[in-house]
């Protein structure tokens, strides 16, 4: 476990949302970013293309040090 309040990289904010539809915006290997089929529900009822996925939505942030693993968040 790693406390991760402190960091000012993350919008938590934004990711508890995507969390909320199932989406981890920290784990490249998501289906959400690598599967065109991911049904996504956002406001403008739009669909976005992967590549927009990974640029704009994906939270390149690392959480894990050596010899470690990540297994997603706990909010």
Known sequence: MKYIGDTDKIDLNSAKIFSDQGIDV???ADDFFND?????DNSNKK?????????DIYQNV??????????????
């Not at 690392?62 to 909010?75: K, P, V």
């Open 26 to 28: 920290f784990n490249p």
């Open 62 to 75: 690392s959480f894990c040090q050596d010899d470690c693993r990540y297994d997603g968040i706990n909010y």
């Open 47 to 55: 669909d976005i293309i992967i590549n927009d996925r990974r640029n």
């Open 36 to 40: 065109i089929c991911y049904p996504y």
